[in-house]
């Protein structure tokens, strides 16, 4: 489905309007706010891809490494994002900010009614993914493949490494869920198996280890180490 929004967030909002192609359930959390639309959900397609790219701990320091790689007054992007500013600001567009900043459903699942739900047609491209990669194929090739056949990030945006590497490296793919700054055993049915995931983190550090780095002997994955 269509949303227009204001193409130039940080000028004249009356300047230019631009549509963009969004599915049912981005455009229904997509913010109305068109600073937050731009510049954090159209380039990040979850809360866990924001936060690793400017490896922060919290959102708000996320955003603030964003507003200063990119200019923006950051008492005003975190007002916008957070609405602490008035009872207005709570309404509308930034309550569909702080839903999407805290409750983006990661790509191959929807949330419905609180709980992760499978997307079939994503969850094809996410053990596509993780098949490709350990068929040997690097992050930069498999981006080309999915943007060769068409295919789309949650926001519609066509596929970049850093994406890749975050679905790569997520747990929740088999089966765990991220709590307290620790990770637990989910509720959502996984993806891909423990076994895959493993080997795939393996040969990750083995593609970025320096010649002179010792293989780094962390502990595997195991699903009886995780409670409900």
Sequence with gaps: MYREVDANPRGDPSVRREKVVLCKHCAESAPSDPLLFWEVFMRFGSTRELLQQYRAQTEEEALQKLCAERGLNEREVLRRARGHQSAESLSGATKKANAFLAYASPYGYDYVEGALQIKPDEARVVALIFRRYLEGKGIAKICQELNRDGLRTKTGRAWASQTIANILSNPVYCGLARADGGVRRGKHEPLIEIDTFNRVQNE???????????RDDTPQLRLEDYVG
Excluded: A, G, H, N
């Design 204 to 214: 990750m550090q083995r593609r970025i280890r320096r010649p002179d780095q010792k």
